[in-house]
Every structure is written in structure tokens, then in C-alpha cells.
């Protein structure tokens, strides 16, 4: 059973920054996609940035790339999202999540959430 224990978040005025970090525990597979998901209230959760744990592959949505960073820490799997430049439209719940092949396209279901953790933008 794979668990994931997130931290981070909060609030933050736009155009500052915040960042995430998750850690699984229990994953057996040495390569898996970890990353987050984010979910406006009324609507599905989106992909925001995936990991691959064995060669550091990335993916970003689009609304995020060139101000969200996603890495490795170095204990294994456990990854971190970088947030800069945040906009009033990054105001969501953040979710870890892990395994299954997400990373590879969204449309793929995830093994694992976390709890989820609130992050506001505010103007």
C-alpha cells in the first residue's frame, strides 16, 4: 500500500511563490510518475506536473510551464513542486499523486492520491 505524505501550501500574494512536497512510502516499483494534480472547486482535477523517478522525465500543463517546477528530492520518491509567479488562477486544492501512467498522458487514472493541500493566490 502506497502512501503519500504532502506539506506545503498556503497563501500567497500574486506573483509570489510557494512550494510543495509529497513523499511516498511503500512504492516497490523503481520507476514510477509522481507528481500533482489540482482541483478548482466544481471542477475535475487537472494535471498540473508529473516526475518519472527513474530518468527524471517531466511534464507540465500548459497554464504552468516556464513557473511551476517539479524535482526529486534526493530520498527516494519524494518529489517537490516549485511554484513561482503565482496567479489568482492557481488559487486550488493541490493533490500528490503517484503511480499509473498519468505522466505519459492525463487521460491514464492515477494509483495513489494524497490528502490534498490548499494553495491561494490572492490579488
Known amino acids: 500500500q502506497v502512501q503519500l505524505v504532502e506539506s506545503g501550501g498556503g497563501s500567497v500574494q500574486v506573483g509570489g511563490s510557494l512550494n510543495l512536497s509529497c513523499a511516498a512510502t511503500g512504492a516497490t516499483d523503481a520507476n514510477i510518475c509522481m507528481g500533482w494534480w489540482r482541483q478548482f472547486p466544481g471542477k475535475e482535477r487537472e494535471r498540473v506536473a508529473g516526475?518519472?523517478?527513474?530518468?527524471?522525465?517531466?511534464v507540465y500543463a500548459d497554464s504552468v510551464k516556464d513557473r511551476f517546477t517539479i524535482s526529486q528530492g534526493k530520498i527516494k520518491n519524494t518529489v517537490y513542486l516549485y511554484m513561482n509567479s503565482l496567479k489568482p488562477e492557481d488559487t486550488a486544492m493541490y493533490y500528490c499523486?503517484?503511480?499509473?501512467?498519468?505522466?505519459?498522458?492525463?487521460?491514464?487514472?492515477?494509483?495513489?492520491w494524497g490528502q490534498g493541500t490548499q494553495v491561494t493566490v490572492s490579488s
Open positions: 499523486a503517484a503511480e499509473g501512467l498519468w505522466c505519459l498522458d492525463s487521460h491514464y487514472s492515477v494509483g495513489y
Open positions: 516526475i518519472w523517478t527513474d530518468n527524471g522525465g517531466t
